[in-house]
């Protein structure tokens, strides 16, 4: 089976613009994680969905960060209105179910901002 | 919020040395996962444990859940281990993760 996937592995954009990051979960995990990793900085978490419910989206930069699930599996991260702050690697990972199991990582879509 | 600090935040050593990376954390938690990061690349999960100890290979993990710290270790370390090795705690509602140990290994 295959890991988590990521598209695109890399996105260069101008400021303003909007930008929808995708995540394709192992096939049968409820979970899904985003994180971000500032160039610089350490991994922080953004936002979870365990099936198609985000219970808590308190860990968005701003209201430009939104999320969907649909169907339980492919989820999307937009930005609006991209700021050069949001240069980032954003991270995806999912588990079989939230709790304690493992969480497995996709390889990252790295965002430029201009 | 629950605080991760590793140490030390980069080390050094020559092919062959024990290597040891401390995490501690100031909640107590019900999963403590240690993540690998190479050059460039993902993160892979390491190992994930709630109490006790484990293995994988060269690797060990350890985990007091009294004293809120965990220690990864590597033994006859190698070149190729030369990675960013992640510690993180959490669970159902994510991973707080420390700043990470850079890890270069010398021939």
């Known amino acids: 089976g295959a890991g988590v996937s990521q598209s695109p592995s890399n996105k260069v954009t101008e400021k303003g613009k909007d930008v929808e990051l995708r995540c394709d979960p192992i096939?049968?995990?409820?979970?899904l994680y985003w994180y971000r990793q500032s160039l610089g900085q350490g991994l922080e978490f953004l936002i979870y969905?365990?099936?198609?419910?985000?219970?808590?989206k308190s860990g968005l930069p701003s209201d430009r960060f939104s999320a969907e699930r649909t169907g339980g599996s492919v989820s999307t991260l937009t930005i609006q209105r991209t700021q050069q702050e949001d240069s980032a690697v954003y991270l995806c990972?999912?588990?079989?179910?939230?709790?304690?199991?493992?969480?497995?990582f996709g390889p990252g879509t790295r965002l430029t901002v201009l | 919020k629950n605080e991760v600090e590793q140490s030390p935040q980069n080390l050094t050593a020559q092919e062959g040395e024990f290597i040891t990376i401390n995490c501690s954390y100031s909640?107590?938690?019900?999963?403590l996962h240690w993540l690998q990061q190479h050059p460039g690349g993902g993160i892979v999960s390491l190992f994930m444990?709630?109490?006790g100890k484990k293995k994988h290979g060269r690797l060990i993990a350890t985990i007091n859940i009294q004293e809120k710290h965990s220690s990864l270790h590597i033994t006859a370390s190698h070149p190729r281990d030369s990675a960013v090795y992640i510690c993180?705690?959490?669970?159902?509602?994510?991973?707080?993760f420390g700043k990470g140990t850079h890890l270069i290994i010398q021939p």
């Open positions: 990972a999912s588990s079989s179910r939230t709790g304690n199991n493992e969480q497995f």
């Open positions: 096939s049968g995990h409820t979970a």
């Open positions: 969905f365990q099936g198609n419910s985000a219970p808590d």
């Open positions: 909640v107590g938690i019900s999963a």
């Open positions: 444990l709630s109490s």
């Open positions: 993180a705690v959490g669970g159902a509602d994510g991973l707080t």
